[in-house]
Nanobody, 124 residues
Framework: QVQLVESGGGLVQAGGSLRLSCAAS????????MAWFRQAPGKERDIVTT????????YYADSVKGRFTISRDNAKSTVYLQMNSLKPEDTAVYYC?????????????????WGQGTQVTVSS
């Protein structure tokens, strides 16, 4: 098991940047694949990006590819989401998630452990 706490959300103008952090507690952060999901009001919670245990493999949703970057620092038990060129449609609650699988998953059910979420609002 692992506990996850997101931070770094806020209000930013379109074209701006934010960096989200997800701090994990527990002794074995490096065994988990990590992911960021987001959920806008009235919408499903959908994948944004995932990263493998060592950080060697990543996946990005088409909507964020080229703008967002996921990274992790296993020594600090932290995963990051650098968000650049933000658009109003990026407005959502962003959730950090952890899971164990042979391959990176893109579905909610692939990630049993979740943070509380952090709000990102992008104004036009």
């Amino acid at each position: 098991q692992v506990q996850l706490v997101e931070s770094g959300g806020g209000l930013v103008q379109a074209g701006g940047s934010l960096r989200l952090s997800c701090a994990a507690s527990g002794r074995s952060f490096s065994i988990y694949n990590m992911a960021w999901f987001r959920q806008a009001p009235g919408k499903e919670r959908d994948i944004v990006t995932t990263i493998s245990r060592s950080g060697g493999t990543t996946y990005y949703a088409d909507s964020v590819k080229g703008r967002f970057t996921i990274s992790r620092d296993n020594a600090k038990s932290t995963v990051y989401l650098q968000m650049n060129s933000l658009k109003p449609e990026d407005t959502a609650v962003y959730y950090c998630a952890a899971g164990i699988a042979f391959k990176l998953g893109v579905n909610r059910d692939d990630y049993p452990y979740w943070g509380q979420g952090t709000q990102v609002t992008v104004s036009s």
